[in-house]
DNA sequence: CGCGCGATTGAGTAATTTCAAATCTAGTGG
DNA sequence: CCACTAGATTTGAAATTACTCAATCGCGCG
């Protein structure tokens, strides 16, 4: 567990260092998960009751068209959150399907149990709503980027802002990402 | 000035009560705005010193694109804060342009204030963890809305889910926003 | 060696955009 | 109060774009 928990402290040390004693107690309420590729962290119809900070590994978030059709939110990898967050939130089954593109390792906490650090931790109050202010301007970029630019420039942005993706990722699930049909990214 | 701090103050109980000492200490760092349909509160190229709370009126977020038509990112109303989150959190030029569709009042916060609010008032920085979790899940929900929906579905479901704005805002903007020519949306 | 999955290519189809023109509407000045 | 004008909306028709369906190609794995 040692490792996972240095990778964690690291991870929160992007914003702020805790104190020992701020830190026993944070850590405590984190449990570890692991899953190999193909399988669902998060399936449709479930309740959510946690999030996960990926340790290692890739997975993507989805749901299903009227037509059947994948339609990928986002992929997310090391160092990144993930859950249903909707579903998470409002304490609603999800709607979507989180799936392992990768084996994974996840480090997963409870909403209970973030209400009680954010209570408790002045700094990790903080902590998650910086995070949280990311994740908004990066769906904001993701919304302007579905809106602004073709699906063609938007694979060429992605190509360009994260080259590691494309090549962990097959490209029919780039597609789905994009919001195209994987004949027609073939053809850029 | 109290009829606006009155709503600043109802506004944040949506989360948490304040004591009158808190709430001495908080009020004070936001300052009144007013603006005119058609002026801008935030223009391409400035720098973005403040995010707005909406106390009364109309604004539209937006962004042009390489043809010279206008992409609605939101539009934001009575209870919503509105910036160019992007520069104002990375200290950047806004790229986005906010401009009133009807004539506004605003609650304004900087970034530096908004960070010391946060640092001394634990419920503040909750209550901003909260709200920025708010935002990120209706994005979240745009973000699948765009992929998911056609326009045209789109389009029923915000005359279901905010009826007022259809009356408070021009079809060629709701078309903007949607992600379809006015056109299309006219033959709906 | 052959199977299966992913990726590509081709052809026809459906949907949306663009350009153009006509119509409607709200606000202005006389 | 009415006429006028600018902006907003609608409608038509052509052009563009992406989609679907189908067939083929390529590669890794049993």
Known sequence: MDQYNSFLRKHISEFYDLTEEEWNFVSEFFTLKKLRKHQFLIQQGQQVQEEFLIVSGLVKS?????????????????????SDYFAFQFHQPATMNVDCVEDCTFLALSFENREIICEKIHKMANFFRKK???????????????????????????????????????????????????ETLSRF
């Not at 009227?66 to 990898?77: R, S, T």
């Not at 190509?159 to 195209?180: E, S």
């Open 62 to 82: 989805y749901e299903i068209d009227e037509n059947g059709k994948e339609v990928i939110i986002q992929f997310a990898k090391e160092n990144y959150w993930v």
């Open 132 to 182: 949280s202010n990311r994740g908004f301007i990066g769906l904001q970029q993701r919304v302007l980027s579905l809106m602004k630019e073709t699906a063609e420039e938007r694979y060429t942005q992605l190509l360009d802002k994260d080259p590691d993706l494309i090549q962990r990722v097959p490209k029919k699930m780039l597609a789905a990402f994009l919001g195209v049909s994987r």
